[in-house]
Structures are given as C-alpha cells and as structure tokens.
C-alpha cells in the first residue's frame, strides 16, 4: 500500500471515513477520454479494414497510419515543450515549467514508437530498417537530446532549480536541432541515395481519411494526457513542498525542545 | 573589472592549475593517443584506417573532450570555487569565456597531436595546400566544441551523480562539428578523392556552430549553474 | 517476417505502448490524488 505523507495522514484523518478523493478527472476530461478511445477505435477499423492497399506500397501503407500521428504527436509535445520552456523563463509560472516535462515525457514516448514503427515500414517499403537521410538522423537526435532533457529535469533541487535548468536546456534543443538538421542534410546531399519519403504515395480519398482519423485520434490522445500528466504532475510538487514544510516544522520543534541549543539554522 | 579581463584571468588561472597538476599531458595525451592505437585494433584494415582517418582524429578529439571538461569542473567543484566566484558576484558569461578560451586552447594542443598520430598510425600525408584549411577547421571546430563542453560541463560535470549526464547532453549537441570537421578534414588531406575546396562551405557550418553555441552559451551558462 | 506480421505488430506495438502509458499516467494521478486534499486540487 502506498505510505501516506505525515501531512497527507494528518488530512487523511480529518476526513476518515469520507467517500474517496477526487482524481485527476474532470468532466472535461472524460469526454476527451471517450472521444479519443472512440476514435482510435475508428483508426483501428480503417486502418486495418476500411482503406485500400496502395498501388506500391501495397499493405505497407496501413502502417502509415499509426506511424505519421505518432510523429505528429511527437513534434507537436517538443513544440509544446519549447514554448512552455521560454513561457516559464518569461513568467516564471511553474505550471509552464509542468507543462514542458510533460510534453517531453509524451514527446519521448511516442518518439520511441515512431523509430520502431518507422523502422517496420522502411523494412517494408525501402528494404531496409534504416536511413542516414536528414530527417530519420535528425529525428533520433531529438529523440536523444529529450532523454537528456528528462534526465536533467530529475537532477533535485527546487522546483524553481529544475525549472530553470530544463527551460533553459529546452531552448537549447531549439538551437541545436537546426543545426543538426542542416548539417546531416549537407553530408548526405553527397551521397546520392534513394529517398523514399512518405509523401510520396498518392493517397487516395479513403487512405487520406485514415489518415486524418489517425491524427485526429492521437492529439486527442495527447490533449487527454497532457492534462492528467500536468495535474499530476502538480501534486507531486505539492507533496514535496510539504516534504519540506514537515521537515523545517520538524527542526524548529527539536531546537525548541531542547535548552541551549541555540546553533544557526543552517 | 570587464568582461574581457575577468575572463582572460579565468582562462590564465584554468590552464596554470592544468600546467601545475601535470593532467593534461601525463593522462589527457596519452588517453587520446591510445584511443588512436585501439582503433587500429577495431578496423583492422590499413586501407579501412587511411580512408576514415579524419573522422578517427575527431573521434579521438570528442572522447577527450568529455575528460577534460570533467576536470575543468572537477577543479571548481573540489573547494567550491565556482559557487564562491558566482556568489562574488563574478559575472557568468565571463567565466564562462575563460572557462572555453582554456579549454579551447587544450584542445588545440591535443588535435594537433592527434594530426601527428594520424600521419605516424594511419599513414596520412598532409598536402601543403590543405595546410590553411586544417587550421581553419581546428579553431572553429574547437571553439564550438569548447562553448558546448564548458556549458554542458557547467550543468553535469564535477557533480556526483551527475558526470554521467555529460556526455548524452554533449554528443548530440556536437554532431554537426563532427560532421562538418571530418569532411573539413577529409578535404584538406584529400581523403577518398576530396580537393581543398571542398572543405571551405564545412568551415562555414562550424563557424555558424561556433557562434551560435558561443553566444547561446554564454547567455545559458549563467542560469544554468546557478545553484 | 511476413507483411500482415510487420502491420498487425506495429499496430500492437503502436496501441500497447499508447495503453500502457495512459494506464500509467492515470494510475500515478489517482495515487497522488489520494493523498492530496480536495481543496487543493485547483482543477476542481
């Protein structure tokens, strides 16, 4: 069972034997719930059922499906990721600073799914699992760089600590990603390779949809999280707080109690 | 005291704790050298070693970079001098100058060295024409690796428990210098067909990197390792 | 490995991780909800 925080025990008292707490849900959140379970629903129901085979790809195709909204999702959370950095650093709110470590975990979640489904599709597709071109190279980067960036965000300190030092590294990654992207595009332009992209299909109107429903599903996959995450997220930083609170109430009562020691707070 | 000067003593006081402690030459040097000997173990091949031996030397350059910025900030952090100095109210973006003009200034020592390993170990000859390239390269790909090291190092090094982040925010961030030093490199040596020419735009990319992480590092350094 | 294998595994792949995450996020928030009073709970 989870051990109760003395302060969270002391609340858990004075309302023992109350109905259980509230959660992280909310009206609103449910419906995005369901609304994201009944789409995924429909992306599963097109994606492997309703849209056709394409004319080069063939079945390869439906892996498109879930590979672009998850790359989606994953651009989409380090965008949100490097806003929220630079909205902390201007106003110094620590619910940016949640938002952005939310966003990079989803982000990096759903990196990770790309390459592996993306590797799937180029074994199908190119023949291979892997491409040195621009954008596989710089996308494992980033996917890389927001590993870092996590690790960082659980180096400890106070919250304002690690808010600082991930915003700051946040933007970071907004410069160097550019960088890396351009010069892994200069490298391989002298490599004259074949480059499948997935653009490159002609999609038909179905496929198109699927498409659409796919991306549809996922960002409300990502809203739905987001906000639970966040929340949660808080709490965390609530309980830390009352860490402190019960520790610094702690100390005083121990100088309190006993005469003569008068030492310095440290 | 300006900026400049403040920095200029960080960068002298760095590299005299460095001549004094003997690091450099006695353990630094021979990590790099050895590094060039054990890739000969791994690609077997003459021909494989001449052929990828530029991007060797700035393998070699990058793996010690990662132990020079530790003891940068090892030396900083064994007597607190580095929170003493900010709380002294030295500004960051002058320490971290200094801290990169020192570390820039060791790099360039040990790239030279590994050049000179290169054309012992790997058979390399250097064309008198790729001569101005080489040292173009070297200090532009230095003083973006320098910048990224100091302030990544400010973040990790020195700390315990946190070294080991050093290297996985360090070796993404300088991809591009990697890229853009090897071919820069392979240009000057005429590697695999490559004429000086070709290096000149690579020299471009790492100048843009430099300043780039030059200017972004000294605005970050200051948050960064406020503690 | 065949094509149908490479799709119908990525589509696992794909939905598992989406469920183990959701069902990881959402067990944290309930967790630390419970120890969290309501009134503090600014989303409420």
Known sequence: MTTLHPAASRATDAVAGSPRRAGTGTTATRILGIATIVSMCWLVAFGLGFSPADRDQ????????????????????????????????????????????????????????????????????????????????TTALLFVTYIGYLAVRNLGGSHAQRATRSAVLGLLAVLEIPLVHFSVQLWRSLHQGRTFEPNDTNMDGLMLFSLFVGVIAFTLLYTWLIIHRTRAMAMEDMIDDRGLDDALAARRAEAAAVPGADEEAH | MGVTRIAWLVARKDLRVEWASKVFTNQVLPFAAVTMVIFAFALDADVVLERVAPGLVWLATLFSLLVLVQRSFAIENEDGALDATRVAGVDPRAIFAGKALALAVELVILEAMLLLAAVVLYGQDVPIEGVPLLAVTSITATCGLAAVGTLYGGLAAGFTGRETLLPLLTLPAVAPVLIGATRAVEAALGTAGAVVSDGWPWVGLLTVFAVAFGVGGALAFGPLIDE | MDDAGFIIGSYALTFGAVILYTWRVLRRGRKLADQIPDEDKYWL
């Open chain 1, 58 to 137: 063939e079945e390869a195709v439906r892996l498109l499906y879930v590979h672009v909204p998850t790359i989606w999702l994953a651009y989409l959370a380090f965008v949100v990721t490097a806003v929220s950095s630079a909205m902390y650093l201007w106003r110094r709110s620590l619910g940016w600073d949640r938002l952005a470590g939310a966003s990079a975990e989803l982000g990096v979640v759903f990196m990770a799914v790309t390459l592996v489904v993306g590797a799937l599709w180029g074994r199908l597709t190119w023949g291979v699992f892997w491409q040195w071109d621009a954008r596989l190279t």
